[in-house]
């Protein structure tokens, strides 16, 4: 019957986590659509974003948007072992991992969304609405796995539990401090302002998403129900065995 059981959790923990990678994805990719509608990164991307143009120009090492990204959640988990000290979990070190597959996510976005590139200004609203509501429906269904944490949400938790402020608080101020240092990157590295990094969508993106996550929150039962979903996984490998099977005996 233990046995029963642990085999029920373990599928569980599998299923919750394939989930979660899909909500990964959706996040990364509405990510890579808010840049390339040329109106402003997300907020989250915006440092990373910097550093990537400044490396196209041989200012920095030239690195992936994935690859800084991974970078910065290394500096907020890095941050947050600093916050908490010994009241720090060992097993929220698993963001680092959740930071480089998002990295990774991230990366293919940016090649899937390279058709997306347009001077149409019609176009570009759209896509910064589209990639800002991709976003905001990718970190509902995070928060709905109930997992670990990304990083950029791990920091002002920690904040937050330092400090006895709300959560929403400290992710504002945490927020302005990532953008505020995209900002300073953009004038160290180009002298001057870049719109494509820091503009209209950065802003229409950190407020529209706040509101969109509570609107969708309150109709994810469809994901809620999938979440409790019980998927035969034996059953799935063991039919595409047989298929294998049958393919390699023609």
């Not at 890579?32 to 920095?60: H, K, M, N």
């Amino acid at each position: 019957m233990d046995i029963a059981v642990d085999k029920q959790r373990i599928i569980g923990f599998i299923w919750q986590h394939i989930l979660l990678l899909l909500s990964l994805f959706l996040l990364a990719l509405g990510v890579a659509i808010c840049i390339r509608s040329s109106l402003g990164s997300s907020v989250i991307s915006a440092l990373p974003y910097s550093f990537t143009l400044a490396g196209e120009d041989g200012l920095v090492p030239q690195l992936t948007l994935g690859m800084y990204t991974n970078i910065l959640n290394v500096l907020l988990v890095l941050g947050q072992i600093i916050v908490l000290r010994k009241n720090f979990n060992p097993i929220q070190l698993l963001q680092l991992f959740i930071g480089v597959v998002f990295g990774v996510l991230i990366d293919l976005s940016i090649i899937m969304t390279t058709v997306l590139i347009t001077s149409n200004i019609m176009v570009q609203l759209l896509e910064m609405v589209a990639g800002s509501s991709i976003m905001a429906l990718g970190v509902a269904m995070e928060i709905r796995c109930a997992s670990i944490t990304m990083p950029g949400e791990g920091l002002p938790a920690a904040l937050s539990k330092l400090t006895g402020k709300p959560f929403a608080n400290m992710k504002i101020n945490v927020d302005l401090c990532l953008v505020l240092s995209a900002i300073i990157s953009m004038f160290i590295f180009f002298g001057t302002w870049r719109w494509n990094i820091v503009g209209v969508g950065t802003l229409f993106a950190a407020i529209y998403c706040g509101m969109a996550v509570k609107f969708i929150n309150k109709r994810l039962d469809w994901f809620d129900r999938l979440l409790g979903y019980q998927p035969g996984f034996r059953r799935y490998f063991f039919g595409l065995a047989q298929y294998l099977q049958t393919r390699l005996h023609k």
